[in-house]
């Protein structure tokens, strides 16, 4: 057995674990009218940014979020060995399409929203086993790109359920290394794929939520710690009801989260923004990561986050054809050394 | 085998009970209030429109109906377009999908977002990907009762 393996699940990463040495945001202009709206680096005017489409403007988000990343950390592009991304859109378009513009070795990864953690345990790793000195972590996605996608044309007067959430418009990066200032990134907790059956698609917390009690769940009982050993348990976007259902479920395994736990679906609106049950998307985790609870680390105000994105692993056509969506949960340990 | 996934559909049987008890109602009682005061409103317009082409254009009941039909597509086309039929139709619900305003907010809106992915393949192929279903079974259905109209009614 691998002597950096932990339990079933885990990497413990020990000999020279990852630093998040930079890190940068982007959002949308809803976003930037939101309770985060101080952390974030910069807040677009509107949906289309000058761009011709969503789509376009989702990309140069990704792009100027990673240029924006690098500059912090006064890297260029031939610094970094792998650009690791995701996105929403079929076949992960903005991912790629940045990746061209950017020049750096690239593995695109289509985890839904859990894309911002996948990335990084991706990315840990192999600076930990020397694989790579510096390895950048974008993700994104945008509400009219993903809406079109999912849902309907925006124009279209419908009403959405109360369960329903809303999609980040934004992009987050962190760029970690081998070498420099910042948190570490200790162990990495691999989800499994978790459906209880869950179908309704306006209804995603619920059916990514017992995803992301399964990989807590998981590491906890790989590396023998328990919610006491974090300053914040954090999930991507749950969502009002998700984050209950995950409290409710984790309760059932023996542990009590709720005293220290977040989704960041609920954190980056206000309820009277009207997104219902919250946030979703894979900017979701990565802009209140980047953008929020690392710079809560910086201040020293929180020292020990376990990081959990959660995904929902199904698509247009899965879903009219009747089938359950299945859920995903990565983690991440990110503690403050020394 | 099969126990084992007995057991997993009891967890899962459980698990969606309690998630859907989780998740509030849709509020049914106002929004079938707003769905018939928005809804009523616009057939009330409708019958404005109708009446004073009647009265004031002397148009006979067809071409009343027809001018009423083309004028509320007109508005609600224009709506969509201004982006503030959508923000009626999060209040109204029903009522401002049934009447046909609902019908051409549903063709301008594809129109609208597919427009980047050009006028064939974008506009062309994708203006009737929501109201297509009502078209086919529409017309379907007319069909259906023009061919019992025709054979079984006097």
Redesign the interface.
């Given at each position: 057995m691998s002597k950096h393996r932990m339990g079933g699940q885990t990497l413990y990463l020990t000999q020279n674990p990852p630093k998040i040495i930079s890190r940068a945001s982007i959002v949308g202009k809803k976003e930037g009218e939101g309770p985060l709206a101080e952390y974030f680096d910069k807040i677009i005017e509107d949906d289309l940014w000058g761009e011709k489409s969503w789509e376009k403007a989702e990309r140069r988000m990704f792009i100027e979020t990673a240029e924006l990343t690098l500059r912090k950390a006064k890297m260029e592009p031939r610094d970094i060995n792998y650009l690791f991304g995701g996105d929403l859109l079929d076949q992960i378009v903005t991912a790629t399409f940045a990746a061209r513009s950017l020049g750096i070795p690239f593995y695109g990864l289509y985890g839904a929203c859990s894309s911002m953690t996948q990335t990084m345990s991706l990315a840990a790793p192999l600076i930990d086993g020397g694989y790579a000195d510096n390895v950048l972590c974008v993700t994104s996605s945008h509400f009219c790109s993903a809406e079109r996608q999912f849902r309907y044309p925006l124009e279209m007067g419908v009403q959405r359920p109360p369960t329903a959430q809303w999609t980040v418009t934004g992009a987050g990066g962190v760029l970690l290394s081998s070498d420099g200032k910042g948190p570490c990134i200790t162990h990495v907790t691999t989800g499994k794929v978790i459906d209880f059956g869950i179908k309704d698609t306006n209804y995603m917390g619920a059916a990514m939520a017992p995803a992301a009690a399964d990989t807590i769940r998981a590491h906890f009982e790989d590396t023998g710690r328990g919610p006491n050993d974090y300053d914040l348990i954090v999930t991507g976007d749950l969502a009002k009801y998700g984050r209950k259902l995950t409290i409710d479920l984790l309760k059932k395994d023996g542990y009590d989260i709720e005293d220290r736990f977040i989704d960041c679906g609920c954190e980056i609106f206000y309820e009277s923004q009207d997104v219902h049950a919250g946030a979703s998307g894979c900017a979701c985790s990565a802009v209140v990561l980047a953008g929020y609870l690392l710079r809560k680390m910086e201040d020293g105000e929180i020292n020990r986050i376990l990081m959990a994105s959660t995904g929902a692993l199904h698509s247009i056509i899965t879903s009219q054809q009747g089938d359950s969506i299945p859920g995903i949960a990565h983690v991440v340990a990110i503690e403050k050394k020394g | 085998m099969d126990s084992l996934d007995l057991k997993q559909k009891k967890?899962?049987?459980e698990?969606?009970d309690?998630?859907n008890s989780?998740?509030?109602?849709?509020k049914v009682f106002k929004?079938c209030m707003m769905a018939f005061i928005v809804g009523g409103l616009i057939c009330t317009i409708g019958q404005l429109i109708n009446n004073l082409a009647k009265i004031y254009y002397g148009m006979n009941k067809e071409e009343a109906s027809t001018i009423t039909s083309i004028t509320l597509i007109f508005i609600a086309a224009l709506l969509?377009?201004l982006?503030l039929?959508?923000?009626?139709?999060?209040r109204?619900?029903a009522g401002?999908?049934v009447p046909i305003t609902?019908f051409s907010?549903?063709i301008?809106?594809?129109a609208?977002?597919?427009k980047?992915e050009g006028y064939v393949l974008g506009v062309g192929a994708k203006l009737f990907s929501?109201a297509g279903p009502v078209l086919v079974y529409g017309i379907s259905t007319s069909v259906i009762v023009g061919l019992i109209n025709c054979f079984f009614v006097k």
């Open positions: - | 967890i899962n049987k698990y969606q309690y998630a989780l998740s509030p109602k849709s929004n969509t377009g982006g039929y959508e923000k009626i139709g999060k109204a619900g401002s999908i609902g907010n549903s301008v809106a594809p609208m977002e597919h980047r929501i």
